[in-house]
């Protein structure tokens, strides 16, 4: 399970093992390490909008500023 969200976690959809002490010790990286990736899927997406809307406007537009 790749995606995780703040309403995933109150929800309890996801229990994050924290049986042993190196669980606990591992929680935080592993939550750093899902917003990671998460936030890497999203990049090319927020990318692909922000060229259209260049394009759409004009590239010309932005280096006149």
Known sequence: MLRLTAH???????RPALATRLDKTLLLPKIWLRWQINYLKGAPVIVAVALYYAWSVGFSVFWDL
């Open 8 to 14: 995933d976690w109150r929800a309890g959809r996801w």
